[in-house]
């Protein structure tokens, strides 16, 4: 990696800041102990969330996904808490895959959580804070101009074999990914890749055996323990 100098803060997040370099094609992702529930609402810490998140989300990208041929934003893990990515135009939508229903499906359609879909579900919300983030489907983010209808297939492509590949994953360290959350970019060449983060903040993973959360629910449902979760997801996935 070239000598790349920190520069000034582009933006902060709920969960992450974002630093210029030197570079104009990568920027500095630095994470954030702090926790939010219900567009900001809910306020807290969740100590070393920020250390775990990083790591996580690199460990995820780097030796499941981009092997498998899912391009990241991923450049270099620099610090506990500091990742180079690539500068990307963020996609606005949240992009979310259910595989057993949970959260806020199973308040749309009045159905327990914890029931197996019959089939994957992909949705789309537009982000922005204001409106509470709404569900959108492909055809608002074509006429939108969010995506266009090529990029819009990759995106389901890329996030459904995201799933496929992390379910598969996570099955073998007994963890059950009931569903997630990605977001994708667009680089200066205008290539789709995935961006963001993949970690118990943007992710619900239950315990295969006994269906314990060990995710961010913890923190949104305050049921206490949302620590020694994340540290249990830290361990099963990279052994420490
Ligand atoms: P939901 O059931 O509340 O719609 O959440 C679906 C998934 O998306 C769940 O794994 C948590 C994740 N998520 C985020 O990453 N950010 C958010 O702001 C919300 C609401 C959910
Ligand atoms: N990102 C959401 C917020 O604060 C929280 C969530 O993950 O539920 O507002």
């Not at 969960?15 to 370099?21: D, H, I, L, P, R």
């Not at 567009?39 to 790591?55: D, L």
């Not at 979310?96 to 994957?120: C, D, F, H």
């Not at 204001?130 to 996030?159: C, F, R, S």
Request: proline share 3%.
């Amino acid at each position: 990696m070239e000598n790349l100098t920190k520069m000034e803060q582009l933006y902060e997040g709920k969960a992450k800041k974002v630093f210029a370099t030197s570079n104009p094609d990568l920027v500095i992702v630095d994470y954030k102990d702090d926790a939010t529930a219900f567009n900001g609402e809910k306020k807290g810490t969740i100590h070393n969330k920020g250390i775990i998140n990083n790591r996580v989300t690199n460990h995820l990208m780097k030796n499941v996904l981009e092997p498998a041929g899912i391009p990241t934003h991923l450049v270099e893990e620099i610090s506990d808490r500091e990742t180079i990515v690539k500068k990307v135009t963020i996609v606005p939508l949240e992009v979310i895959v259910r595989n057993i229903i949970a959260g806020s499906l199973s308040k749309r359609v009045g159905q327990p959580e914890g029931v197996k879909l019959g089939s994957t579900v992909l949705e789309y919300c537009y982000k922005d804070d204001d409106l509470g983030d709404p569900m959108v489907n492909e055809y608002h983010i074509v006429a939108m101009g969010w995506a266009t209808k090529e990029e819009i297939d990759t995106i389901a492509k890329y996030a459904l074999k995201v799933n496929e590949l992390l379910t598969d994953y996570l099955k073998d360290l007994n963890i059950e990914l009931v569903d997630f959350k990605l977001e994708f970019g667009k680089t200066s060449d205008g290539t789709i890749v995935l961006a963001d983060e993949i970690s118990p903040d943007t992710c619900r993973f239950w315990d295969s055996t006994t269906h314990e959360k060990l995710d961010k629910d913890r923190f949104r449902r305050n049921l206490g323990g949302e620590e020694d979760a994340y540290k249990e997801i830290m361990k099963r996935l990279l052994g420490e």
